[in-house]
């Protein structure tokens, strides 16, 4: 596998399930993000995690915990979402300093019932 | 709140034709970004500028940073089909943080 890679790549769940997002990176990166990317928003940063901490926490609401449990994994767990939750979750990895591009991966397509 | 507006919106034209995709916002930036999205895909970068004023070409594509380093162009020559998709801006205010532009979706026909 190479670059960013994120499972499931769809997902389907009720307001009262509890999921998680899976992200990969396999380019040596150090810093890793979860964005939302809904048909009316712009592309919305959620976390940011450098070095296995997480240094960004752009207001999101308690529902979603992120956890990178090492520089090459991201999770983030789902429950008791709401329909409006319902997005394209983009995960990416870059490295930790100015103009680094970000490398995304294709993004789990996620519907909440 | 920073805010990155994208013009036009959306954008349908013929095989050949030329286009310009503004970036405009009141912050300024160290650099920006543009990528591109198709569908089924995550965002992949197409460039970065950094300098106010700087110039960048790539094959067909031409992207201009402003001087003030607020605002951005991408200007497309002779477009083809393949050049269908979403293009994105993007301002790095940190090291981490990126601010993403509204998008503009472009339509390429044959």
């Known amino acids: 596998e190479t670059g960013v890679t994120q499972t499931p790549r769809h997902l389907v769940m009720g307001m009262t399930n509890k999921k998680s997002l899976k992200c990969e990176q396999h380019?040596?990166?150090?810093?890793m993000y979860w964005y939302k990317q809904s048909a009316k928003k712009p592309l919305e940063l959620m976390f940011v995690?450098?070095?296995?901490?997480?240094?960004e926490n752009n207001s999101v609401p308690s529902r979603f915990s992120p956890e990178c449990p090492n520089s090459s994994h991201l999770f983030l767990h789902l429950h008791t979402l709401q329909p409006e939750d319902s997005a394209l979750y983009l995960c990416?990895?870059?490295?930790?300093?100015?103009?680094?591009?970000?490398?995304f991966g294709p993004g789990t397509r996620l519907t909440v019932l | 709140t920073q805010l990155l507006e994208q013009s036009p919106q959306f954008l349908s034209i013929q095989e050949g034709e030329n286009l310009t995709v503004y970036c405009n916002s009141s912050?300024?930036?160290?650099?920006l970004q543009w990528y591109r999205q198709e569908p089924g895909e995550g965002p992949v970068l197409l460039v970065t500028?950094?300098?106010?004023?700087e110039v960048k070409k790539l094959k067909r594509l031409t992207f201009q940073f402003g001087d003030a380093r607020k605002d951005s162009s991408l200007h497309i020559t002779a477009a083809q089909p393949g050049d269908t998709g979403l293009y994105l801006c993007?301002?790095?205010?940190?090291?981490?943080?990126?601010?993403f532009g509204t998008g503009t979706r472009l339509q390429v026909f044959p």
């Open positions: 990416a990895s870059s490295q930790d300093s100015w103009g680094w591009e970000q490398f």
């Open positions: 380019l040596g990166h150090n810093a």
């Open positions: 995690y450098s070095l296995e901490e997480r240094v």
């Open positions: 912050s300024v930036f160290s650099s």
């Open positions: 500028v950094v300098t106010g004023g």
């Open positions: 993007a301002g790095e205010l940190t090291s981490l943080k990126l601010i």
